[in-house]
């Protein structure tokens, strides 16, 4: 039925989700409800477009339809905020997913789950994303490790519990828990009706940093709620697009957390710093990295074999399809596993799915005889398995990053302090992850003159041919050459009497007032008449000439008397 007067026409205000006109008073509620439903359903079967066209198209219903005859919860309908680009959510995207929604939603993905659904194969398990995004907890009593962050008593496990999020900067290596932490502060968020946006710096550009602020201010403005800005990787914004988040931090209109494994000191901007808390996570123990691959062996149905075990003993009840034969992984393979993956969870579980992978592959045409396990036809992951998924022990160093300083600054604290072995620990450190050569060679010239010096004068001669070897054959031959040179340094006596002294020159030139003294006339050069008339070079006594020592001043008038060498001691 058509309104028949002007008066209720003005009243009644059309919904943009679901196209219902109500009276004006109650449209705020209404949206939030609509909106809040919407999400829900896109996220857990989003429609295709033609279907959310055909559901609800204008004119369909009778004006004054009632709320309660909107579409079914089937029913797809638009959405006001959702965008496809940028990692952008919804605003209530999951706020209103009811328990049961969610757990099945938690059981497709895989993440925060003890075991995957009975009746899928391992293989099947295995398939699509990496084990490390599948098994991605969802709450903080799933996370492991990182306890002096997030211990029980903590500041920081004290905010994410009671809501109040802060903007971060989540500083650490790769795969310690950045994503992760993140991933929880989302699933947190969602649930109490914020917006939470991922961006990831390595794709996104300025503008769509600009459509998420703008986003951010409208749902500010219009619903009061509030969003939460995540950028992976935001050591790759420069130093301009960073700014672009200052006066939005600044006000509040958006929460932003950063994760970066590049020293923030150096890769982000000091104002941004100043208005965000450093979280510094460290790699991640042995320990925890054991817990985390005990947790997908479970996930996963899989059955430790331990030392003295003669047949497995099952994690956890194996549900994959009879027709396969059973799978069994060493506890030593795991072992192994935690140590090599140094501290980086992602590179553990990938190292585990890819070894299983392999093995299935390899079992289906020549099943194994677990002979340790005392079961025919079994399948067996072991420790040699495990190595060779990894290829090489996983030597975490970045040749542009924090950890090469770090490891320069080892190396030559070492050979200062005469340690030959940790000297050649971490020249091999750098090495094997990667570091050019020619950058090690230089810093031993340098080494060799400011910690050796005149102890032993050949200590330059040995740094220079060390890196004239190195220019010569590279990598791998050169290695043996610096090792000689480290050890050499290593043993040889130090002295920085020159390194001292000269110092000691630098800093009478910065401490001097006015101008600088000149040049004694006696010791300028003469080449000119004009220069000779002038008193240039005269009364200058040539030493050679004199089988005496000559007494002569070479140093300014103000500063005779002066000894560099004895000012501070030696």
């Known amino acids: 039925m058509e309104p028949t007067g002007g008066a209720e026409e003005e009243r009644l205000v059309r919904c943009p989700v679901c196209l219902q006109e109500l009276p004006g008073a109650d449209i705020n509620a209404h949206l939030d409800r609509c909106l809040q439903t919407a999400g829900a359903e896109a996220e857990a079967e989003p429609p295709s477009k033609r279907a959310r066209l055909a559901a609800a198209p204008p004119g369909s219903r009778a004006e004054g339809q009632p709320e309660e005859a909107r579409p079914a919860a089937g029913s797809p309908v638009f959405s006001l905020f959702h965008k496809g680009r940028g990692g952008g959510q919804s605003p209530a995207a999951g706020g209103g997913q009811s328990g049961a929604g969610r757990a099945e939603a938690a059981g497709q993905a895989g993440h925060g789950s003890a075991a995957a659904p009975c009746g899928e194969s391992l293989a099947q398990k295995l398939e699509g994303r990496p084990l490390a995004e599948r098994l991605r907890p969802d709450t903080l009593g799933d996370y492991v490790g990182q306890e002096r962050v997030l211990g029980a008593q903590t500041l920081l496990r004290a905010l994410l519990e009671s809501h109040e999020i802060p903007s971060l900067i989540l500083w650490g290596p790769p795969g310690c828990g950045k994503t992760t932490l993140a991933h929880i502060i989302a699933n947190s968020s969602k649930k109490n009706g914020m917006r939470f946006v991922t961006l990831s710096a390595t794709s996104a550009k300025t503008n769509d940093v600009r459509d998420v602020i703008s986003q951010a201010q409208n749902e500010k403005r219009l619903f009061k709620r509030k969003t939460i800005l995540f950028i992976d990787e935001i050591h790759r914004f420069n130093k301009s697009q960073q700014d672009t988040f200052l006066p939005h931090v600044e006000c509040g209109t958006v929460t932003l957390i950063g994760a970066t494994t590049e020293n923030p000191s150096f890769q982000v901007n000091a104002a941004l710093l100043s208005r965000c808390r450093v979280i510094v996570l460290e790699k991640l123990s042995v320990e925890a990295m054991e817990a985390i691959l005990m947790r997908a062996v479970r996930s996963l149905g899989l059955q430790v074999l331990g030392q003295g075990d003669l047949h497995g003993t099952p994690a956890t009840g194996s549900c994959s399809k009879s027709s396969e034969f059973p799978v069994y992984i060493e506890e030593k393979a ?213 089988k005496e020592p000559v007494e002569q001043d070479y140093l300014p008038e103000e500063l005779k008397g002066t000894d560099f060498f004895k000012e501070r001691g030696t």
């Open 334 to 546: 795991l072992n192994t596993l935690a140590y090599l993956c140094d501290g980086d969870a992602r590179t553990g579980l990938n190292g585990l799915q890819l070894a299983v992978q392999a093995r299935l592959a390899a079992g289906r045409t020549t099943p194994l005889n677990t002979a340790k396990g005392g079961a025919a036809d079994a399948i067996l992951v072991t420790e040699e398995h495990v190595k060779e998924g990894l290829q090489r022990s996983h030597i975490l160093y970045d040749r542009a990053g924090e950890e090469h300083y770090n490891c320069i600054s080892a190396l030559h604290k070492s050979m200062r302090g005469s340690d030959e072995n940790a000297s050649l620990y971490w020249l091999a450190r750098m090495l094997e992850g990667g570091e050019d050569p020619l950058y090690v060679a230089r810093r031993l010239v340098r080494f060799a003159s400011e910690d050796i010096g005149l102890a032993d004068p050949l200590a330059l001669t040995q740094a220079v041919a060390a890196y004239q070897g190195c220019h010569f054959i590279g990598m791998p031959e050169c290695e043996v050459i610096l090792a000689q040179c480290v050890v050499y340094f290593a043993r040889a006596p130090k002295s920085i009497e020159v390194y001292r002294a000269y110092g000691n020159v630098k800093e009478c030139l910065r401490m001097h007032t006015g101008p600088l003294p000149p040049v004694p006339l006696h010791l300028r050069n003469a080449p000119t008449r004009l220069m000779k008339n002038l008193g240039y070079g005269k009364g200058y006594k040539y030493n050679p000439m004199y």
